[in-house]
């Protein structure tokens, strides 16, 4: 049992920054591929981001790339995302998720992705 909690969502005016924290607990002896996906209200979940167990590959949807970076520090189970110059279409509740690897690679698909914490609320205003 692998348990995911994100923390540093909340309100920025657009072209501002955040970072999010995912920190987790439980059974974190196992390699796992980390990513994020963020959901607004009637879209679709979407793949922000992923990253490798030993963090050496990355994979970004095309709509945050460039502007956002993910990384993660495995001595302290913690995954980040950091987020630049924010627009009001980032407004979403992140989510954390992992999986155990299989590969040294970055991407999986949604269904792949074995823990998911709660969401944290990212909001972007104009």
């Known amino acids: 049992q692998v348990q995911l909690v994100e923390s540093g969502g909340g309100l920025v005016q657009a072209g501002g920054s955040l970072r999010l924290s995912c920190v987790a607990s439980g059974r974190t002896n196992s390699r796992y591929a980390m990513a994020w996906f963020r959901q607004a209200p009637g879209k679709e979940r979407e793949h922000v981001a992923g990253i490798s167990w030993s963090g050496g590959s990355t994979y970004y949807g095309d709509s945050v790339k460039g502007r956002f970076t993910i990384s993660r520090d495995n001595a302290k189970n913690m995954v980040y995302l950091q987020m630049y110059s924010l627009k009001p279409e980032d407004s979403a509740v992140y989510y954390c998720?992992?999986?155990?690897?299989?590969?040294?690679?970055?991407?999986?698909?949604?269904?792949?992705?074995?823990?998911w914490g709660q969401g944290t609320q990212v909001t972007v205003s104009s």
């Open positions: 998720a992992a999986t155990i690897a299989r590969n040294n690679g970055s991407f999986y698909y949604v269904y792949e992705y074995d823990y």
